[in-house]
């Protein structure tokens, strides 16, 4: 098993979602809500990775794009796009987020055993921002590590 899994448990049920042509997973406990696609008000100096806030139930919403952290190009928005309203603790507070789906295929359940680390060589993402790998029939799932992806985005827009 890998970083930041609770060891004690022996599965963990995800939301599988396409970015691009690769698929990653979200623990469902972190996911509020699913959304067609809704409009976006573009934020001055927010980068690629923050997309623009979004309104959801008269809230407004931050926009996320993993795409950018996972070097993966970003496609026009279809009939399959979505966006993941998800929440979660970082740096002790809890934040609501909207993340950009280019698919979102099913829930599904993984036995925590057939979790990999990311190797050490041969990848070009952040060690970081990837709490593990599974095999699976389609191919590689991706286990994002959201909290130090969200945590280091925070860390440099405070910065600025």
Request: contains cysteine; hydrophobic residues 45%.
């Amino acid at each position: 098993m890998t970083k930041d899994l609770n060891r004690s448990a022996k599965t963990l049920t995800v939301v599988a979602l396409r970015l691009g042509e690769r698929i990653f997973a979200i623990e469902t406990s972190a996911v509020l809500e699913i959304l067609s696609p809704i409009p976006v008000t573009r934020v001055p100096h927010g980068g690629a990775f923050a997309q623009g806030v979004i309104n959801v139930r008269g809230g407004v919403v931050p926009l996320a794009d993993l795409r950018v952290i996972f070097s993966i190009p970003t496609p026009p928005v279809d009939e399959n796009t979505r966006v993941l309203v998800l929440q979660m603790p970082i740096e002790n507070e809890l934040i609501t987020v909207g993340v950009s789906a280019d698919e979102v295929r099913e829930v599904v359940t993984i036995d925590c055993d057939r979790i990999e680390p990311l190797p050490p060589t041969g990848t070009i993402w952040p060690a970081d921002y990837v709490r593990g790998l599974v095999q699976g029939p389609e191919g590689i799932t991706i286990l994002p590590d959201l909290n130090n992806i969200f945590a280091a985005h925070i860390a440099t827009a405070n910065a600025l």
